[in-house]
T-cell receptor, first 114, second 115 residues
Framework: NAGVMQNPRHLVRRRGQEARLRCSPMKGHSHVYWYRQLPEEGLKFMVYLQKENIIDESGMPKERFSAEFPKEGPSILRIQQVVRGDSAAYFC????????????FGQGTRLTVV | DQQVKQNSPSLSVQEGRISILNCDYTNSMFDYFLWYKKYPAEGPTFLISISSIKDKNEDGRFTVFLNKSAKHLSLHIVPSQPGDSAVYFCAATGGTGGGADGLTFGKGTHLIIQP
């Protein structure tokens, strides 16, 4: 049973370009969470999705960021017109159900904006 | 505003001794707490958790204690081993800070086990 798969592991983008980060949850998991870790910071919640639904996006910046989790395929975190401040590690986690349970994390995508 | 606080950015402990990592929270709606361990360039891995109906949970060398009245939890590792050197994140859920069921994380404590 493969774990949470994120790709790419490393992504370099120039300012103004778009970044697409992919996350395939563990088999059988229908809940996906995206977190961002800025340097010297903890992980900050961004968005919680279930298949075809955004449940909570209270941690997402209001502009340029969007997320989806289609019926088929991985969850995508999309950042348009990237700026240097978007440089961070982005982690995806999945869980099998809501409520009190641990989430399993992928290895993260390190985005560097140059 | 930080709802989960880990006030020690780093902690150095001698191999074989007890490591105690602390975590405080402010949101009284949190009812489930977790500890994650993270190595550089890897994602966090789940270590141990505790529900608010308990005050202690033990798993091998790892024990988590919860003091609800003080809104404080701690992770004890005994005996500490070199492979325990990592960043430890405290996380909580059940409140509104981390989304409907998302986790709210502290900033982490870097544990260094000295030989």
């Amino acid at each position: 049973n493969a774990g949470v798969m994120q790709n790419p592991r490393h992504l370099v983008r120039r300012r103004g370009q778009e970044a697409r980060l992919r996350c395939s949850p563990m088999k059988g998991h229908s809940h996906v969470y995206w977190y961002r870790q800025l340097p010297e910071e903890g992980l900050k919640f961004m968005v919680y999705l279930q298949k075809e639904n955004i449940i909570d996006e209270s941690g997402m910046p209001k502009e340029r960021f969007s997320a989806e989790f289609p019926k088929e395929g991985p969850s995508i975190l999309r950042i348009q017109q990237v700026v240097r401040g978007d440089s961070a590690a982005y982690f995806c986690a999945s869980s099998p159900r809501t409520g009190n349970t641990e989430a399993f994390f992928g290895q993260g995508t390190r985005l560097t904006v140059v | 505003d930080q709802q989960v606080k880990q006030n020690s950015p780093s902690l150095s402990v001698q191999e074989g001794r007890i490591s105690i990592l602390n975590c405080d929270y402010t949101n009284s709606m949190f009812d489930y707490f977790l500890w994650y361990k993270k190595y550089p360039a890897e994602g966090p891995t789940f270590l141990i958790s505790i529900s608010s109906i308990k005050d202690k949970n033990e798993d091998g060398r790892f024990t988590v204690f919860l003091n609800k009245s003080a809104k404080h939890l701690s992770l004890h590792i005994v005996p500490s081993q070199p492979g325990d050197s990592a960043v430890y994140f405290c996380a909580a859920t059940g409140g509104t800070g981390g989304g409907a069921d998302g986790l709210t994380f502290g900033k982490g404590t870097h544990l260094i086990i000295q030989p």
